[in-house]
């Protein structure tokens, strides 16, 4: 970086540089700021500025810094370097990948850059070019577990588990307690359906971290897919760890309702609107979602049911059917096109309360809604 101007500068850099040798943090930000009273455009005061605001937790002010630092010092690879990072962990890959792709612009022999950048293009969804990005960092650094693990997680992704394996192993020898490593490897075993390794992989991780709420839930989740009594503990140990996450939830439940446990699996099942995988949004209509709320009276109402996920689950849950008009409303019932026909024939065999229209059409005024899949909750369904 270019040396400040002036003396006074000089001196409160020296000054700053002890203090944060020294460990006392706050002398550093105030010599820091002191720097920039006599030169703004400070780009290292400006720099360890943002480092320490970004470790303090004021992420926001720690951007502005570095930003600033930037129109100073804009080819400076330890300053890329913090502003990258900053990017990506506020959940911003694509810019931290125009960050670190100028800094291979640099320079090309850095194996960590190649690796970071390889992760934003794995986040930003473009699998070939991460996998030639992990490739070049192992070019250039062969023993570096955590490019092989990046690219066994990308592979894995793309179902080459058989490849991804390969990677993962190759890591673990260099550094056996790679804990994340060790979780990723149980994820391509599972893949392969190679359960007893599985399990094990996942065991290791949950043995090495055993606050990660990710390697408690994998850990947990598997046994649970080989019905191990040991699975609920390890599933309610990965909600304690992590009470909000819909994911956590969402196994839970499934354990639940294997074993006959209706009330609280179908319950912890409403967490599936809140999935980020494998799950269509609630439909947002303007009229309430029922629960089954015993003080709303459904008399003289009318209540949509509408189909959310596949023809077996359409008329698994068709069962529910007489139960509903028990409470007293009319029903429209809203199926899959290609299971309209059918479905209106069995609702005309039920009950002439029962509008069935496929699903696309206009409906019909109704009064509440709720989608099959919810009505073992609203009824509170047991064996």
């Given at each position: 970086m270019s040396a400040p101007s002036n003396y006074p500068a000089i001196k409160l850099l020296q000054l700053a540089r002890e203090s944060l040798v020294a460990g006392d943090?706050?002398?550093?930000?105030?010599?820091?700021?002191?720097?920039?009273s006599h030169?703004?455009?400070?780009?290292?005061?400006?720099?360890?500025?943002?480092?320490?605001?970004?470790?303090?937790?004021?992420?926001?002010?720690?951007?502005?810094?570095?930003?600033?630092?930037?129109?100073?010092?804009?080819?400076?690879?330890?300053?890329?370097?913090?502003?990258?990072?900053?990017?990506?962990?506020?959940?911003?890959?694509?810019?931290?990948?125009?960050?670190?792709?100028?800094?291979?612009?640099i320079d090309n022999s850095l194996p960590e850059i190649w690796n970071a950048?390889?992760?934003?293009?794995?986040?930003?969804?473009?699998?070939?070019?991460?996998?030639?990005?992990?490739?070049?960092?192992?070019?250039?650094k062969p023993a570096?577990?955590?490019?092989?693990?990046?690219?066994?997680?990308?592979?894995?992704?793309?179902?080459?588990?058989?490849?991804?394996?390969?990677?993962f192993e190759?890591?673990?020898?260099?550094?056996?307690?790679?804990?994340?490593?060790?979780?990723?490897?149980?994820?391509?075993?599972?893949?392969?359906?190679e359960y007893d390794r599985a399990v094990a992989a996942f065991e290791h991780a949950f043995r090495l971290d055993p606050a990660n709420a990710d390697f408690a839930g994998s850990y947990g989740e598997i046994l649970s897919l080989l019905y191990d009594p040991r699975a609920e503990a390890l599933l309610r140990e990965a909600l304690r760890l992590r009470p909000t996450d819909p994911e956590k939830h969402w196994n839970l439940g499934i354990e639940f309702l294997k074993h006959g446990h209706y009330i609280e699996g179908w319950q912890k099942y409403e967490w599936r609107w809140q999935r980020t995988k494998n799950q269509n949004p609630l439909r947002p209509f303007q009229q309430p979602f029922w629960h089954g709320e015993p003080e709303t009276d459904l008399h003289n109402q009318t209540l949509l049911l509408h189909a959310e996920q596949g023809f077996g689950d359409t008329f698994q849950?068709?069962?529910?059917l007489p139960l509903i008009l028990e409470r007293g409303p009319d029903v429209i019932l809203e199926v899959q096109p290609p299971?309209?026909?059918?479905?209106?024939?069995?609702?005309?065999?039920?009950?002439?309360?029962?509008?069935?229209?496929?699903?696309?059409?206009?409906?019909?005024?109704?009064?509440?809604?709720?989608?099959?899949?919810?009505?073992?909750?609203?009824?509170?369904?047991?064996?």
């Open positions: 943090l706050a002398a550093a930000e105030a010599r820091f700021n002191s720097v920039l030169e703004p455009g400070n780009g290292f005061a400006l720099h360890h500025l943002g480092l320490l605001a970004w470790n303090q937790g004021r992420r926001a002010e720690a951007r502005t810094l570095i930003e600033k630092a930037l129109q100073s010092e804009p080819d400076h690879v330890p300053l890329l370097l913090s502003a990258g990072e900053m990017l990506h962990d506020l959940g911003e890959p694509r810019p931290a990948l125009d960050i670190f792709l100028r800094i291979l612009a950048a390889g992760v934003c293009f794995q986040e930003t969804r473009q699998p070939t070019s991460a996998i030639e990005f992990f490739l070049r960092a192992l070019g250039l570096f577990p955590e490019a092989l693990n990046n690219l066994g997680v990308v592979l894995t992704e793309e179902h080459d588990p058989a490849s991804a394996i390969d990677n190759q890591a673990l020898q260099l550094q056996p307690d790679y804990a994340a490593c060790h979780n990723n490897l149980g994820v391509a075993l599972r893949q392969r359906l849950f068709l069962r529910y299971i309209y026909r059918l479905t209106k024939e069995f609702a005309a065999r039920l009950s002439p309360r029962i509008t069935v229209v496929s699903h696309g059409d206009p409906l019909p005024n109704f009064d509440f809604h709720i989608p099959l899949m919810s009505l073992p909750t609203a009824i509170a369904t047991t064996l």
